[in-house]
């Protein structure tokens, strides 16, 4: 059923009233410096959206995994100095992540004001879900809403727990786009629909591509994912990383699925990241001494040729180590191939997490791309056919 949205709400339920909106900020940052500030932007339509409207706005998120521990290099002051900047306004920030210094800090917002957080995972009571806690947070507001789509899969206080205490919980305009594109995916793509995996493992998006698979009229596999898949077929990958757990139902795919599913003929490879004698194998046979790191330029073509005239594409990880330039050119090709299916018209989404900065990487723009999913992995588990804890929270439209 289709949850309530922010704009949902009259403006005189938001007028005044302080919104806590809880974000997904997990964004790479390294001595104080934000690299990727993509998951920050797609909230700023949220945020302006309610302070527009006289709320008093809250944010809230996590970065990293301190593990109720307080660590300053995951602080997210850095946040709100980028967040100044793209609002073109002051962002407040608790330096005082006691319950008193919070509230008072709140309590002196004003309205259209907007105030983040300290990092939520600096409380352990933040992941472990745990009641009290939920509680205080949800005191602090009049409304609930969840723009953090890539968080939503964890039942944790602020994207679960807390949402109970409150009668008007409703969904970020980013949460709504991503559930918009998401589900027509999952259930009635357009075709010919075709399917794009790559990264280090099956395991981490088996429900996803379980689904997929049976609606897809082309599976193209690479990256590590590809290796579990070439071994259960027979064929020699050298060292290259194998799943063994995944191997029974990798060859009863290859024989159900025969004739979609799409595995490298060529790889570029290497005795290791470490030694980077980098040698292109021209078939689908690795020799004993060396690793596939990055699928070939054959397949690449081959795999550019299957993108074309398609109605949608759903592509999640990287074709190779693409952080290192020796293996990035698969996935470069790919993102850019993508990009042009987009300009022919085709519906193109991207999963989250490693892909987003594959496609920086391949210096592809925002706007060649329909959607790029903020969750990989509640992307990868909405696809799935999974209820998302964060999203079944939310009030249904009525």
Known sequence: ??????????????????????VDFNVP????VISEDYRIRRTIPTIEYLTQRGARVILASHLGRPRGRVI?????RPVS?????????????????????????????????VVLLENLRFHKEETDNEPE?????????????NDAFGTSHRKHASTYGMALYFDLRVAGFLVHR???????LRDNPEHPFVVIVGGAKIKDKISALKNLIEKADKVLIGGGVAY??????????GGSITEDEMMDWAKDALLKYEGKIFLPVDHVAAESLEKRRTRVVVDQEIPEEFKGFDI????????ISEIKDTGAIFWNGPMGVFEIDDFASGTAHIARAIALATWRGTTTVVGGGETIAAIRKAEVLDSEIIHISTGGGASLEFLGGEELPGISVLNDKK
């Open 29 to 32: 940052i390294k001595d104080g």
């Open 178 to 184: 991503e559930l918009k594109f998401l589900t027509k």
């Open 228 to 237: 579990t898949f070439l071994k259960a077929k027979g064929i020699n990958i």
């Open 133 to 145: 806690f939920s509680k205080g947070l949800a005191s602090l507001a009049d409304i609930y809403v």
């Open 72 to 76: 300053p290099d995951l602080s997210l």
């Open 81 to 113: 100095l980028r967040l100044s900047e793209l609002l073109g306004k002051p962002v407040g920030f608790t330096e005082d992540g006691t319950r008193e210094g919070v509230k008072a800090t709140i309590d002196g917002l004003r309205e259209a004001e």
């Open 296 to 303: 070939g330029p054959k397949t690449i073509t081959k795999y």
């Open 1 to 22: 059923m289709a949850k309530m949205v922010v704009s949902d709400l009259p403006d005189s339920e938001i007028e005044g009233k302080r919104a806590f909106v809880r």
